[in-house]
């Protein structure tokens, strides 16, 4: 894997190929990654870091619990994997349900049939939990990580302050259409996090997916964020059913959906705001 230098103590990459952008962060004495993409690309992704520097990694920063983040943890496993609370104790969860030993297999089954050109990407999947959290904050080294929930309820951001430069980890899909259909998604908190972002000094955002970018790419989201909220929380007050207010035309444009990730994205707002405004 390639790892491109995006500022003094930032490496990324965002070639989106295998799983979600990663990165680290060159410490004092250690290294520090972020996110981990899948099993095999995670070792992918580790074993590429020496080429950009010789000090050993000790931590492993993840931004939110999507597979395409977290699956590739067992390649960090020597490391302190940093989560926030949330994540870890809905890692623990899904160990009992969708992971559970026969679960888990039955989704990698699935995977096989349904997605074969990804499979690949998950040989030798084990689940390895977050060793660290934390409830706001956690620091090292010139680093802060940042509960900023929206897309999940335990969504996080790095920020490097020392090189204006921020992990948004998937608050932002750059150039593309967001996920926002994760049943902890909630777009009040989303557009929270982005404005919370607007006000860090911040120029080079590494989003969890799509190109590096800048504050830019946030403003052009949150526009489009809070359009939608304004009105669909108008379509609901007017009594509209879900079916209405996804097959509603009066949204601004925005970038073109991947699949149904819109539809789903839409079907999940109308029910956190008919859910609120009960
Ligand atoms: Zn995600």
Not at 68 to 81: K, R, V, W, Y
Not at 115 to 138: M, N
Request: hydrophobic fraction near 35%; charge should be negative.
């Amino acid at each position: 894997m390639r790892l491109d230098q995006i500022s003094d103590r930032v490496y990324a990459n965002c070639d989106g190929e295998t799983g979600g952008n990663v990165g680290i962060v060159i410490m004092e004495d250690s290294v520090a990654a972020v996110d981990a993409q899948y099993p095999v690309s995670g070792a992918d992704f580790r074993k590429s870091i020496p080429t950009v520097t010789d000090k050993p990694v000790t931590h492993l920063l993840l931004t939110h619990i999507h597979g395409d983040h977290i699956f590739g943890n067992q390649a960090f496993e020597d490391c302190e994997i940093v989560s926030h609370r949330r994540l870890r104790e809905k890692m623990e969860g899904n160990l009992m349900t969708e992971w559970a030993p026969g679960n888990l297999e039955r989704m990698l089954e699935d995977i096989r049939e349904n997605r074969p050109e990804r499979a690949p990407l998950f040989e030798g999947l084990r689940i390895v939990l977050p060793s660290s959290t934390y409830d706001e904050r956690y620091a090292l080294d010139g680093i802060e990580v940042i509960h900023l929930p929206g897309h999940t309820d335990g969504s996080a951001v790095v920020y490097i302050p020392g090189d204006r430069t921020l992990f948004a980890g998937d608050l932002l899909f750059a150039k593309t259409f967001p996920w926002a259909g994760d049943p902890t998604a909630d777009p009040d908190e989303w557009i929270d996090s982005f404005k919370a972002i607007l006000r860090m000094d911040v120029d080079a955002i590494v989003p969890g997916h799509g190109p590096v970018c800048d504050k830019g790419e946030i403003e052009i989201q949150l526009e489009w964020f809070k359009a939608v909220r304004g009105e669909m929380r108008g379509l609901i007050s007017g009594g509209a059913t879900q079916e209405e207010a996804v097959s509603h035309d009066g949204y601004p444009g925005f970038y073109e959906s991947i699949g149904d990730r819109r539809e789903r994205s839409l079907r999940h707002w109308h029910s956190v705001w008919k859910r609120k405004m009960i």
